[in-house]
């Protein structure tokens, strides 16, 4: 349950995801002890993990990802190391997109953050 072995506890039963993630900068990030890369929970949640596709009220549902779950960590944790993993005008600035709109509008499959950096094979952009 420590936070650097979560990956490992979940990778237990969910071995595929748990390799990709590793490879992914999240994965990488943890690995190297940065206390802000998101693990498996950071992201489901612990307790009350939830199936992404049907429930609307899941943090990575395709309505909620990109505020809840992208969006969270600077808003929690605005030290320099959480900004070095996502710079402060991403969420707001795809909030503001022709994307972020359509999908308040209710249009789930308008793009959002993981539609197109992926989910848990994030890599760097360069
Ligand atoms: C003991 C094995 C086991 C462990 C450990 C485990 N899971 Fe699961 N998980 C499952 C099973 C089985 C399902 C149901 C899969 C299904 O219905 O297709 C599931 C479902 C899920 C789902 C919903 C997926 C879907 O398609 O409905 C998520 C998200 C998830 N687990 C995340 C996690 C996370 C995060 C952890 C670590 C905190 C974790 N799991 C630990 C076995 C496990
Ligand atoms: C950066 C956030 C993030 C992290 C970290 C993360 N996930 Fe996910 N995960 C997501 C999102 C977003 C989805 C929904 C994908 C979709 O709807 O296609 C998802 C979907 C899933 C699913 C269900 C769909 C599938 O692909 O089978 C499981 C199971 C799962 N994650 C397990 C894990 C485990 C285990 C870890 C840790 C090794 C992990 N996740 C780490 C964001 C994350
Ligand atoms: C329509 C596709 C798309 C969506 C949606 C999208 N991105 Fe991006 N993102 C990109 C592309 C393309 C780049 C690379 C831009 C470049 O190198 O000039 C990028 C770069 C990034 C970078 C790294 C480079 C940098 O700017 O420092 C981060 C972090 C990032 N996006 C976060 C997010 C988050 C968080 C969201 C959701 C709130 C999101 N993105 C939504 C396409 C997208």
């Known amino acids: 349950m420590n936070h650097w072995k979560v990956a490992d506890t979940c990778g237990e039963c969910h071995t595929e995801?748990?390799?990709?993630?590793?490879?992914?900068?999240?994965?990488v990030a943890a690995k190297a002890?940065?206390?802000?890369?998101?693990?498996?929970?950071?992201?489901?949640?612990?307790?009350?993990i939830l199936d992404p596709k049907e429930i609307a009220a899941s943090p990575v549902?395709?309505?909620?990802?990109?505020?809840?779950?992208?969006?969270?960590?600077?808003?929690?944790?605005?030290d320099r190391q959480a900004c070095?993993?996502?710079?402060?005008?991403?969420?707001?600035?795809?909030?503001?997109?022709?994307?972020?709109?359509?999908?308040?509008?209710?249009?789930?499959t308008a793009a959002n953050c993981a539609s197109c950096h992926g989910v848990h094979n994030i890599l760097q952009v360069q």
């Open 17 to 27: 995801i748990a390799k990709i993630y590793g490879a992914s900068i999240h994965g």
């Open 33 to 48: 002890g940065v206390k802000d890369a998101p693990v498996c929970v950071d992201c489901h949640g612990e307790h009350l």
């Open 61 to 78: 549902n395709a309505a909620n990802v990109s505020a809840e779950t992208c969006g969270r960590l600077p808003r929690e944790r605005a």
């Open 84 to 108: 070095m993993i996502l710079p402060a005008d991403r969420v707001p600035s795809y909030a503001d997109s022709y994307h972020g709109l359509a999908l308040k509008g209710g249009k789930l």
